[in-house]
């Protein structure tokens, strides 16, 4: 059974870097990975999106090693405001979405 | 920016009413998606669609069914609603694919209440 798995809850500082891992078993060829923030009473907010190798964007990296079986979304220097759930999506043109359950974050002061 | 609109952010109906949700996007998508998010469950597909008219059953279609009559509209309707479809309705689009190509962009959410 294809799952994507992150940890259900992670604690940081203001200022520190922060890093979620994302385990995909059974990637296929034309899966990208695709991470989204959420706050609460809103609908999740696609954040960056990676299929190999690292990409960067103005809020956060994604590191994705080559045999593709986990990802890493990195938050560098996070503030209160990054409080949210994090979510990691696996998916392709074959029409079928595997999303994590969700990795609460909690920044504290 | 991509906005994608839900009619309502809170709906609550009795056990048996049928339920219409409409999603409308401004940004010329091709794909539109319904989900429903529960605690400890994250989100679930359940249908979608990638062109008008067309759509596709997700991973718990049953209770469920959609029309896509314009390309910007997609509507999910409960025939018959039950307490156990009392959940938060999110609704989204993409440009092309289904994970690939900038993602998708979500709606801010319907929480419906069957009493």
């Known amino acids: 059974l294809a799952k994507t798995t992150q940890p259900i809850s992670m604690d940081s500082y203001e200022g520190q870097e922060v890093n979620i891992t994302c385990s995909h078993n059974?990637?296929?060829?034309?899966?990208?990975i695709t991470w989204y923030q959420q706050f609460p009473s809103q609908g999740p907010r696609f954040i960056i999106q990676?299929?190999?190798?690292?990409v960067t964007n103005e809020v956060a990296s994604l590191f994705i090693p080559a045999d593709r079986k986990s990802s890493t979304l990195s938050l560098p220097r996070v503030s209160l405001s990054d409080t949210a759930v994090y979510y990691c999506?696996?998916?392709?043109?074959?029409?079928?979405?595997?999303w994590g359950l969700g990795t609460s974050l909690a920044v504290n002061p | 920016d991509v906005k994608v609109t839900q009619s309502s952010r809170y709906l609550v109906k009795r056990t048996g009413e049928k339920v219409f949700l409409e999603c409308v996007q401004d940004?010329?998508?091709?794909?539109m998606f319904w989900y429903r998010q529960d605690p400890g469950l994250g989100l679930r597909l359940i249908y979608f669609?990638?062109?008008?008219?067309?759509?596709e059953k997700g991973d718990i279609p049953e209770g469920y069914s959609v029309s896509r009559e314009k390309k910007e509209r997609f509507s999910l309707i409960l025939e018959s609603a039950s307490t156990n479809q009392t959940s938060m309705y999110l609704c989204?689009?993409?440009?092309?694919?289904?994970?690939?190509?900038?993602?998708?962009?979500f709606g801010p959410g319907t929480r419906l209440t069957v009493t």
């Open positions: 669609s990638y062109d008008v008219k067309m759509k």
């Open positions: 990676g299929y190999k190798t690292k």
């Open positions: 999506l696996k998916g392709g043109n074959n029409r079928k979405l595997i």
């Open positions: 059974n990637i296929a060829t034309n899966d990208y």
């Open positions: 989204a689009s993409s440009r092309t694919g289904f994970g690939t190509s900038g993602g998708q962009y």
């Open positions: 940004m010329d998508h091709e794909n």
